[in-house]
Each structure stands twice: as structure tokens, then as C-alpha cells.
């Protein structure tokens, strides 16, 4: 079964620990994303990668960091500089090739941090 | 700055009433644009998209959209909502000539369809 994994489904942090979160995909997709969801502000982009080794910063990238060491997994890492990482974290991925291919999401990763 | 705004943030109607939610881009360039919807605990889904051609597009679940050029604006459309449409929607632009497919996304719209 085809699909986009993310784990855990809810995570809680103290204050000023790093927490990794993970994010799988078997649809043999080239792009991933990572984005941030925060109730009226809609999903913001943090970080995306096109091929293995290679990501890009999204428009709100600081404290945060990532890695594509594999094409199937792209994990997401909420550092202690992230101000205010309490949110809803989801994974995207697109297949290459047409222009017209869409973005499919991962069921998210609910992070706490108190 | 590019941006995306939708204008409803809250929408509660009754079943079988018409649902229209409102999109629009400020983008300097041509477009591709997408309405995703998010049921209560599930997966971002994608509703229906359109990169060219006829410029109303229809989707799953009976929604459709209409691309205005003139007016930068992407409206969704159903005739007649059922309870399960219970959703949040969000609208999304990419630039044509963005080759990393990224998408920015409205703030959404959370829409409640009461029995």
C-alpha cells in the first residue's frame, strides 16, 4: 500500500530539546516537504529537497534542519533555536516529471512542546 | 509579495445549502492552483486542480472551481453541501515556472455543515 508515513502521530518535548520527526514515502516520489500548519495561517513551507542530498530552505527554515540521505526519507529536525515549534508538522511529497503533478500529504506529526 | 488569501476564515451552513469560498493570488506570473480539504482526523487531500485549458474545473465530490484570470481568483463551488463536507479547505498557487513544485498555501477556510 502506497503512501506517505509520519511518525509519531502526537510528540511532546520539554523546552530546549531537539526532536526528530520522521517521514517515509514508497510512491518512489522525488520532492518532499516539509510544512508547518498553525490554526489561520494556513501550511508554510520549511524545507524541501528534489533529489537525495540536495534541500532548500522554505520561507520560515530558521530553527530548523533536515536531511535526504535516502530518496524515500526526508526526517525534519525542530531544534532548541525554533521559537515557537508547538504545532502541526506535515510531510509532502510529488512525483517528477509533469508540471501538473500535485503535492500528497502525510497524515502529520502534532508536536508539544511544554 | 506573493500571496494567497481566503476570504472566509469560518463558514457554518445547513445541508443542502450552496457552499462558495472564496480565493485569491497576488502572484506576478502564470499560475497553477489547487483546492486541498482536510476531513476532522485525516490526511491534506487534494479537491481538484487546474494548470490550463477550460477554466472551470470540476473535482471529486461533486466541487468545482472557477479560474478568473482578470481577477486573480480560484472560487470553490458545491451546489449542495452534505455533513460530510465537514472540512477545513485550503487554497494553493505554485508558479508555472517553479520547477520544485512548491506551493503557498491560504490560511483556510474551516467550514461546519449542520444536520
Known amino acids: 500500500d502506497g503512501g506517505i508515513t509520519q511518525s509519531p502521530k502526537y510528540l511532546f518535548r520539554k523546552e530546549g530539546q531537539n526532536v526528530t520527526l520522521s517521514c517515509e514515502q514508497n510512491?518512489?516520489?522525488?520532492?518532499m516537504y516539509w510544512y508547518r500548519q498553525d490554526p489561520g495561517q494556513g501550511l508554510r513551507l520549511i524545507y524541501y529537497?528534489?533529489?537525495?542530498?540536495?534541500?532548500q530552505k522554505g520561507d520560515i527554515a530558521e530553527g530548523y534542519s533536515v536531511s535526504r540521505e535516502k530518496k524515500e526519507s526526508f526526517p525534519l529536525t525542530v531544534t532548541s533555536a525554533q521559537k515557537n515549534p508547538t504545532a502541526f508538522y506535515l510531510c509532502a511529497s510529488r512525483p517528477r516529471g509533469a508540471q501538473d503533478n500535485e503535492q500528497f500529504f502525510g497524515p502529520g506529526t502534532r508536536l508539544t512542546v511544554l | 509579495a506573493q500571496s494567497v488569501s481566503q476570504h472566509n476564515h469560518h463558514v457554518i451552513l445547513s445541508e443542502a445549502a450552496s457552499l462558495e469560498l472564496g480565493c485569491n493570488y497576488s502572484?506576478?506570473?502564470?499560475?497553477?492552483l489547487f483546492w486541498y480539504v482536510q476531513y476532522p482526523g485525516q490526511h491534506l487531500q487534494l479537491l481538484l486542480k487546474y494548470f490550463s485549458g477550460d477554466p472551470l474545473v470540476k473535482g471529486i465530490k461533486g466541487f468545482e472551481a472557477e479560474f478568473i484570470k482578470s481577477k486573480f481568483s480560484f472560487n470553490l463551488r458545491k451546489p449542495s453541501v452534505q455533513w460530510s463536507d465537514t472540512a477545513e479547505y485550503f487554497c494553493?498557487?505554485?508558479?508555472?515556472?517553479?520547477?520544485?513544485?512548491?506551493?503557498?498555501f491560504g490560511a483556510g477556510t474551516q467550514v461546519v455543515v449542520t444536520p
Open positions: 510512491l518512489n516520489h522525488d520532492a
Open positions: 502572484y506576478g506570473g502564470t499560475v497553477n
Open positions: 494553493a498557487v505554485k508558479l508555472t515556472t517553479d520547477s520544485w513544485g512548491k506551493l503557498q
Open positions: 529537497s528534489q533529489i537525495v542530498n540536495d534541500f
